[in-house]
């Protein structure tokens, strides 16, 4: 949120260039990720019932996977567009537009996938949304706008504090789940419960940057640069939200798997 300004919002309303690029880069980013993480869950996580305690774990799994294909672009694409040698001003815009969308459109998008296959609750995912996405980047704007010079100086660091608090993240859900790394597989002798996860994990990324690309460079004609940003922006996601978002609406800690191996 320090790192934006007012400006960064009107220029999406008023530059003629960006006005078409903008709303099909976010719809691409909260269509196909999410129809990605749908399709890849149900098929393979949604099934799974743990050989040992015969609960349906799957159910968590699916959760957790279409928390994080509804999860907006993290700020990491940036830095990979510019890698890329993608449009890093559109791919700014794009992250600012899918993150503040994110705390309607993430609760409204996973009820409505996850539907009666997991309990949860639209209003607990909306007030979570709102507490670790609207509000800090409402704080940080407004910090921006009322305070530069110290938001100048704290952005130095916010980088690397950013890293480590993703690291502690989700390295505290992989150790929570450790007994989970030595259980039965799901495909004896060929598939391991982890190993299953990464895989849903990979392709549903996968899905998102091929489709993220071919819908905007031969569907709607756009240049080859606009092209890889959107593809960036769709298939890169904020997986450390997704798993906050599952401790934060009391989801089981299963659930927390996908988005941290995303992370």
């Known amino acids: 949120g320090m790192t934006l300004e007012r400006t960064d919002f009107t220029n999406i309303l008023t530059s003629s260039q960006q006005r078409t ?3 099909i880069g976010v719809l691409c ?3 196909l990720m999410p129809l990605s993480a749908s399709i890849i869950g149900r098929t393979f996580l949604l099934p799974y019932i743990d050989p040992i305690t015969k609960a349906h774990a799957g159910k968590h799994l699916f959760l957790g996977l279409v928390l994080v294909g509804c999860s907006p672009g993290g700020t990491a694409s940036n830095l990979v567009s510019l890698i890329a040698g993608a449009d890093v001003a559109l791919s700014v815009l794009l992250t600012a537009c899918s993150t503040v969308l994110a705390s309607v459109v993430t609760p409204l998008l ?3 996938i996850v539907g009666s296959a997991v309990p949860v609750s639209g209003m607990a995912l909306c007030a979570a949304c709102a507490k670790v996405v609207l509000a800090p980047v409402a704080g940080g704007v407004m910090l921006n706008e009322y305070l530069p010079r110290l938001c100048k100086w704290v952005s130095r660091w916010t980088p690397f504090a950013s ?4 690291s502690l993240i989700c390295g505290g859900v992989v150790a929570n789940n450790a007994s989970m790394w030595m259980g039965n597989p799901v495909v004896p002798g060929v598939l391991s419960l982890p190993a299953l996860i ?3 994990v990979i392709v549903t990324h996968s899905l998102g940057f091929a489709a993220g690309y ?3 460079k031969h569907v709607f004609k756009f240049p080859e640069r606009t092209a890889r940003t959107i593809s960036i922006e769709t298939g890169m996601q904020n997986s450390a939200l997704a798993v906050v978002l599952a401790k934060s ?3 089981d800690p299963i659930s927390y ?4 191996l995303s992370a």
């Not at 890293?163 to 993703?166: C, D, K, T």
């Not at 798997?257 to 941290?260: D, E, H, R, S």
């Open 198 to 200: 990464l895989l849903t």
């Open 29 to 31: 980013q909260f269509l």
């Open 257 to 260: 798997l996908p988005g941290a």
């Open 249 to 251: 609406i009391g989801a």
């Open 110 to 112: 996973t009820k409505f």
């Open 214 to 216: 071919l819908v905007p």
């Open 163 to 166: 890293v480590v608090l993703v």
């Open 21 to 23: 690029s903008i709303p």
